[in-house]
């Protein structure tokens, strides 16, 4: 379903971000890397922030994404998720030393006397408290006043990182998603999930609907969360959860794998003269850091609001994703606002250093498309190719009973069958073609037998399937 325009677009696109550099030489990996980077900084907004198009309408920013194979998920810890956690840890320091400071000024103002400096002079009047003012008087409360209860009230910034200054948190358990939801900054987290084993994904299924359904928290304060996931798996875990059924909560991620199933990304395009990012490590940091100061920001309450003419190829977007929708079911609600998403986050990243190199582009939104149309196919065709081996690995397994039934006697595909309670007619004979390519069993009409080189073949170890 790929178009020699969508693989132009995309290579021009790895080009100017310099990909191939991103990925150890590895442009597939540098690709996967990329798309973590934007969709990274734009999980980091402030709540309701979005791409707004011309006509007013919008596609709101967030998407929750998985990392699998070795490389990717290597590359991804070392450039993305390093230095989320330096500034993590920079803002809980920071939250320790003014605790820390404040709490010997208190001791130092009670040794002195002076209580009464302990609270500000003039402290701030909730709006609830103008509420209640008018309502002791019984009179009507002005629209204003009542329109002040859905702002932040005076000083809540500062309050909001104070009590809650988790922006990126690692959850090392399902069991620490509350806590994690609970310290979160405008109730709006970025959780790393690491999956080690199959048992992890259905371990972490229910914590990891609550963050991305979200819900509302009671303890130790009544107020909401909602957030995205960055999931790495770095031992090839995810195959073995779609096998087993236990992929449900992960279909609702981009996925971004080392597979080769395709399409390939291309290290270049064949009109691609124009300059590439320098620095990308560092242009992406810097943007990092940009979007989290941002995002914590005390006195801002308004979302990022990135308008762009979007529209059209948003809803060409669209009708894409639902024609993979009998691919992937559910690949529609996962992916709506991936372009959006990289969209903004490349823009911030190519603007995170203000030099840019002579000759370096525009980023082009048609590119920034094709670049998750690709991305879309090759998370569809990592899920067929898994299930595709499990099939095949199924048939094998199948194969290996029906030889041994084929022991007693020449059968028929019926009567196979009907020596085998779970054995549909489909399968076996997809077992004995697969029986035949092997020289393994010989066909007279509708028989089947056992080849001189079946009998003569070295026992094999326990089957693993039995009918």
């Not at 790895?14 to 150890?24: M, S, V």
């Not at 989320?84 to 803002?91: F, P, S, Y």
């Not at 990304?265 to 300059?275: P, Q």
């Not at 020289?439 to 399937?465: D, F, I, Y």
């Amino acid at each position: 379903m790929t178009t020699p325009e969508d693989r132009e677009h995309s290579a021009r696109l790895l080009h100017l971000f310099d990909a191939e550099t991103l990925g150890d030489g590895n442009v597939d990996a540098g690709a996967n890397v990329l798309a973590v980077m934007a969709v990274t900084i734009a999980n980091l907004q402030r709540p309701d922030s979005a791409v707004v198009f011309r006509d007013g309408f919008e596609t709101k920013l967030g998407c929750s994404l998985l990392v699998s194979g070795p490389l990717s998920a290597s590359l991804t810890a070392d450039r993305v998720l390093a230095p989320l956690q330096r500034n993590q840890d920079r803002q809980f320091a920071n939250v320790r030393h003014w605790e820390e400071y404040e709490k010997r000024r208190r001791e130092q103002l009670v040794r002195s006397g002076r209580e009464a400096d302990l609270e500000p002079e003039n402290p701030p009047v909730p709006a609830l408290a103008d509420l209640s003012r008018h309502a002791m008087q019984d009179e009507p409360v002005p629209l204003v006043h009542s329109l002040k209860l859905l702002k932040n009230p005076p000083g809540a910034g500062f309050q909001e990182i104070h009590r809650h200054p988790l922006v990126f948190g690692m959850a090392g358990g399902p069991e620490a998603f509350p806590r994690l939801m609970e310290s979160a900054h405008r109730g709006r987290p970025l959780v790393h999930v690491a999956l080690n084993e199959a048992a992890d994904c259905g371990a972490y299924a229910k914590a990891a609907n609550h963050l991305v359904n979200g819900c509302q928290l009671f303890q130790p304060k009544s107020r909401s969360a909602r957030g995205e996931l960055i999931v790495t798996d770095s031992c090839n875990v995810l195959a073995e959860a779609v096998r087993g059924g236990n992929a449900g909560w992960l279909s609702r991620l981009l996925w971004l794998s080392d597979h080769s199933a395709g399409p390939a990304f291309e290290a270049k395009a064949e009109r691609a003269d124009h300059a590439k990012l320098d620095r990308m490590g560092v242009r992406f940091e810097w943007s990092l850091r940009l979007a989290w100061v941002r995002r914590i920001q005390t006195g801002e309450d308004e979302p990022e609001k990135l308008s762009c003419d979007f529209r059209a190829l948003q809803s060409g977007w669209v009708r894409f994703l639902v024609g993979l929708e009998p691919s992937f079911p559910g690949i529609t609600g996962a992916l709506r606002s991936l372009p959006a998403n990289l969209l903004h986050g490349l823009l911030q990243i190519r603007q995170g250093i203000k030099e840019v190199p002579k000759g370096a582009p525009d980023l082009h939104p048609g590119w920034v498309l094709s670049f998750a149309r690709l991305l879309a196919l090759r998370m569809v065709n990592a899920r067929e190719l898994i299930l595709r081996d499990s099939q095949r690995a199924r048939i094998e397994s199948l194969a290996e009973s029906v030889q041994r039934k084929l022991g007693d006697g020449p059968l028929t595909v019926r009567d196979l069958t009907r020596k085998s309670h779970r054995l549909s007619a489909a399968d076996c004979e997809a077992s004995l073609g697969v029986l035949l390519s092997k020289g393994l069993v010989t066909r007279t009409g509708n028989v089947w037998c056992l080849s001189q080189a079946a009998t003569t073949q070295t026992p094999t170890q326990a089957l693993t399937l039995d009918v």
